[in-house]
């Protein structure tokens, strides 16, 4: 809970550490694309941007509401040297249904059950 209650600087940067923690792990060095699951109230703007509204589910990391939630993760992944670049942004819901179509053409519906309930 203290990172998530901390400062978007100290979140995003966790998540960039746990990103190049994995690459060194796996031994990937090449420019990796990433779909950026962002499960909180967004304004999405265009494919890979997105403002957060309201943080929820204990979040509450300062600094970060009205601000382009992509462009605090690229920040923290430039400030940890980690070779990726986020090409969307996307809901819990979508990258479910997404992740599935991918191997199987039947699948139509995303569904999210957790501490809020999404269907796409």
Do not use: Y
Not at 73 to 87: C, I, S, T
Request: with cysteine; charged share 20%; hydrophobic share 40%.
């Amino acid at each position: 809970e203290e990172i998530i209650q901390s400062t978007q600087e100290v979140l995003f940067d966790h998540i960039a550490d746990c990103l190049k923690h994995f690459m060194e792990k796996n031994g990937i060095s090449e420019r990796l694309p990433l779909g950026f699951t962002f499960s909180f109230a967004v304004n999405q703007t265009s494919l890979k941007r997105g403002v957060l509204q309201a943080w929820s589910k204990k979040f509450c990391a300062s600094g970060a509401e009205k601000k382009d939630v992509t462009q605090l993760l690229e920040q923290a992944l430039d400030r940890k040297g980690v070779n990726v670049e986020v090409v969307a942004l996307v809901n819990d819901t979508a990258g479910t249904m997404m992740s599935r179509a991918l191997t199987s053409k039947d699948c139509h519906v995303g569904l999210i059950f957790g501490t809020g309930t999404n269907a796409c």
